[in-house]
Structure formats: C-alpha cells, structure tokens
C-alpha cells in the first residue's frame, strides 16, 4: 500500500493488505482482491522492488494512434504484425505483454515478411 519512513526520510517499514480471489470474471479468471481491514506492517530498511515484468510502456504513451489493447498493449494482426496505423509493424513484448525471445523472434520474421509485401506491392 506504501511505504513507511523516519523524520530523516530512511525507511522503516512497508504497509501491505491481505489479498484474496474475487469472483471469476467474463474471461473464468479470478483476479485478486483486498480484504478490507486487513492491513499490516512489514518492518525493513531495504525494499528491492520485484512485483512482475510488462513491456515499457513509454512507447505506447509516446505514440499512442496504433489501437491498444485492455491491457495498453499494441494491437496487430497475428498473421501480418500490421497495427491499426498504415505502415506501422509492431511485435513481442509490447503486443504479447512479457512473454519469450522465441515468440518477439517469430513475430518479428512475420513482419519482415509483411513489410517487403507492403513494399513491394503496396499492400
Ligand atoms: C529478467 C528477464 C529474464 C528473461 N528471461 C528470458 C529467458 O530466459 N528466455 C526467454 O525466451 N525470454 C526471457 N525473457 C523475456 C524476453 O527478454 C522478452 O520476451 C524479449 O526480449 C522481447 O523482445 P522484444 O524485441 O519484444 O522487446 P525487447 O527485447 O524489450 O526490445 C525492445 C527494444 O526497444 C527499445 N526501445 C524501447 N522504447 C524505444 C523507443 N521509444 N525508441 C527506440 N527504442 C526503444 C528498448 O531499449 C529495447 O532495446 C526475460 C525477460 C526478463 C525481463
């Protein structure tokens, strides 16, 4: 929920909330949420964030007209890498959401693929 500090700015402690599985939602999924009331301290000094990886999100902030995703990630078409924006390809991690070298690879040859069409053809 937040960090605790001293007066000198030091940390003292993290303030966490107890989780639970809430109802499963369109997609079967249940996704976590707070018990209310359930709030407790973690003493420390140290806090080395490691709560999961996504893709860098300054791009899809930065250039925001290809159409993204519910979760801020750049739509395409699988086939193709093509974006909703004419001449722009995109593929791995910012269309999957963190995932593998293998699959941001393969949709990487796709496009390459794609782009001579476009270039070539125009299509
Ligand atoms: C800690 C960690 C361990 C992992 N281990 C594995 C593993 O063992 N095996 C595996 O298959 N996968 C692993 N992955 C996942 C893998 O690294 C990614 O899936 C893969 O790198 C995605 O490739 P990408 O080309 O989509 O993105 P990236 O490799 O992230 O490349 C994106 C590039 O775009 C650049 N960039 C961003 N914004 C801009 C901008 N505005 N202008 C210009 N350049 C920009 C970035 O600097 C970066 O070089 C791991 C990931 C992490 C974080």
């Given amino acids: 929920m937040r960090y605790l ?8 402690g993290i303030e966490c909330v107890r989780m ?5 939602d369109a997609s079967g999924r249940r996704r976590p949420i707070e018990i209310s009331g ?3 301290v ?3 000094d140290l806090a080395i964030v490691a709560i ?11 250039t925001p ?5 519910k979760r801020g990630y750049v739509m395409t078409n699988p086939e193709t890498g093509k ?3 004419k001449g722009v390809w995109a ?6 959401g963190a995932a593998t070298v293998i699959l941001a690879m393969g949709a990487g040859r796709k496009a390459a693929d794609s782009i001579h069409e476009y270039l070539t053809w125009g299509r």
């Fill in 5 to 12: 500090g001293s007066d000198k700015g030091q940390l003292t």
């Fill in 20 to 24: 639970e599985l809430g109802e499963p």
């Fill in 38 to 40: 359930s709030e407790f």
């Fill in 42 to 44: 973690v003493k420390c």
């Fill in 52 to 62: 999961g990886s996504g893709a860098n999100p300054l791009l899809t902030r930065s």
């Fill in 65 to 69: 007209d290809p159409p993204l995703n």
């Fill in 83 to 85: 974006t909703g924006k």
């Fill in 91 to 96: 593929g791995g991690d910012i269309v999957t």
